[in-house]
């Protein structure tokens, strides 16, 4: 294999170690076929509306007190239900995968949309009609690198 950083005209190795040998991306970099893996990644971020398709918002709440969490993603949930005009796909809120950090409870929502002003100020206003305790933080991510 060559193109190792900086070192592009020197023969080098590569060792990938899975349990899914057969696993498509990696079909695809031991044949270092990377427009076949890009043409099937592309159409399957279409169907499943997904970057560059469309943008993901991931709305986290957190607090110390679990019913206060619950109680809040439930609220900014269905306001957003309410005054959402097809333009967002929303999901039911949800634990985080790691539902608890610090002592403070982590539950999620997530949105499918294409990003805009609208957007935007829908979810800010949606936030800011909510009275919220001096424990509970809010985080909204767009488009995040990770789910975790």
């Known amino acids: 294999m060559r193109g190792r950083a900086g070192r592009e005209k020197e023969e080098g190795n590569v ?3 899975t349990y899914n040998p057969e ?7 031991k044949e270092q076929d990377y427009l076949k893996f890009y043409n ?3 159409k399957l971020r279409k169907v499943l509306k997904y970057p560059p398709f469309c943008d993901i918002i991931k709305l986290e709440v957190s607090d110390l007190d679990e019913n206060n969490t619950n109680k809040v993603i439930t609220s900014i949930y269905e306001k957003l239900l309410k005054y959402n005009d ?3 796909e929303i999901y039911s ?8 950090i610090k002592n403070r409870y982590r539950w999620r929502i997530i949105i499918k949309c ?5 957007i935007i ?4 206003g949606t936030i800011d009609s909510i009275k ?10 767009i488009n995040p690198n990770n789910m975790s």
């Open 15 to 17: 060792i990938i170690q």
């Open 23 to 29: 696993n498509f991306p990696i079909e695809c970099a």
């Open 40 to 42: 099937q990644e592309i």
């Open 86 to 88: 097809h333009s967002m």
């Open 93 to 100: 809120p949800m634990p985080a995968p790691i539902s608890k």
């Open 114 to 118: 294409m990003l805009g002003n609208n």
């Open 121 to 124: 100020n829908r979810i800010n």
């Open 132 to 141: 919220l305790s001096s424990s509970v933080r809010i985080s909204v991510d």
